[in-house]
């Protein structure tokens, strides 16, 4: 009887092949799975990149709020400083018009005195305030 060579070539690759189907179908199975933890991986990745990115605003706005709070405080110090400088120069200022005051009133009061007294033709500016051989007051004087 002839031989089959056909069915001997089957017989012969059936359990290879039916091998080979097997590798396949646990490649594919392989394949899934890793497709299905990677876009869990990918998934979980993006869920921790949202939150570091959420801890890292809320940081800058912690960061940017102390930031302006120290500015605050160095521009009030600042300014408490110009108002006591200020407040020391006005003292200053005060001081010497409460000084001056009186000479320059007393000035005042001879050169009205005088004005007056040149329009009524006497003197009122007694003499010992007038300067030496004129009708003004002396310089320096009250």
Do not use: F, H
């Amino acid at each position: 009887m002839p031989a089959d060579r056909s069915a001997e070539l089957r017989a012969e690759l059936a359990q290879p092949l039916a091998l080979l189907e097997r590798a396949e179908a646990e490649a594919r199975t392989v394949r899934e799975r890793a497709g299905t933890a990677a876009a869990s991986r990918r998934q979980d990745a993006e869920q921790q990149a949202e939150a570091i990115v959420a801890a890292a605003r809320a940081e800058a706005d912690g960061v940017r709020k102390g930031a302006a709070e120290r500015v605050r405080r160095a521009a009030e110090g600042e300014a408490e400083a110009l108002l006591a400088e200020a407040e020391r120069e006005a003292a200053v200022v005060r001081e010497r018009a409460r000084n001056r005051t009186p000479a320059l009133a007393d000035r005042v009061l001879v050169l009205v005195r005088e004005d007056l007294a040149a329009g009524e033709g006497k003197p009122l500016v007694p003499e010992d305030q007038l300067a030496p051989g004129s009708r003004k007051p002396q310089e320096g004087g009250p």
